[in-house]
């Protein structure tokens, strides 16, 4: 596979943006973004003026999209925050992992000492298997945090890794 990356442009590609996080964020499952937030909730959640995100694409084709942030201000600035999100497409294809490990890689360009995910939702065992393998473990659990639309309360997740 030749996955390419590249950093999105805010405004030229909101709408590439939205076409890959879209059905992630009406299924309600994955992310705390409202899912019935349309455009403007789906991208304030996942892209705010603190993120810079890059689109996964193939042949043209989009798969994937991450973004990467401070995860606090001031004091807690050393820290990053990222989230992922693939296409239908992408299943199966090794999209999520590269994009992992670009983001990875990023951080560590960009000068953060670390990464950590607020709000995993423990039913998203195929993306915690995959941070897990990359070494990011698990430091709380919050129980019932998340309302999952089919599961009902489920426990959400704290993951870090020291870069």
Not at 15 to 31: C, D, K, M, N, Q
Not at 59 to 67: D, H, K, S, T, V
Not at 68 to 92: D, E, F, I, M
Not at 128 to 154: C, M, N, S
Request: proline share 5%; hydrophobic share 40%.
């Amino acid at each position: 596979m030749s996955l390419t990356l590249r950093e999105a442009a805010r405004g030229a590609d909101d709408a590439l943006v939205w076409e890959i996080i879209r059905p992630t964020v009406e299924s309600g499952a994955y992310f705390c973004a409202d899912p019935d937030g349309g455009i403007a909730g789906g991208l304030a959640y996942f892209w705010p003026e603190t993120a810079r995100v890059w689109i996964a694409e193939e042949a043209g084709e989009p798969l994937g999209c991450f973004y990467l942030r401070p995860n606090q201000p001031g004091n807690g600035s050393h820290v990053c925050n990222a989230g992922y999100c693939t296409t239908g497409a992408a299943r199966g294809r090794g999209v999520a992992r590269r994009m992992l490990d670009a983001s990875l890689d990023e951080a560590r360009r960009q000068g953060f000492a670390a990464m950590q995910y607020n709000f995993v939702v423990a039913t998203n065992t195929r993306a915690i298997e995959i941070w897990q393998r990359a070494g990011f473990q698990t430091v709380d659990r919050l129980p019932g945090a998340f309302r999952h639309p089919d599961k009902g309360r489920v426990d959400a997740l704290v993951m870090f890794k020291e870069l």
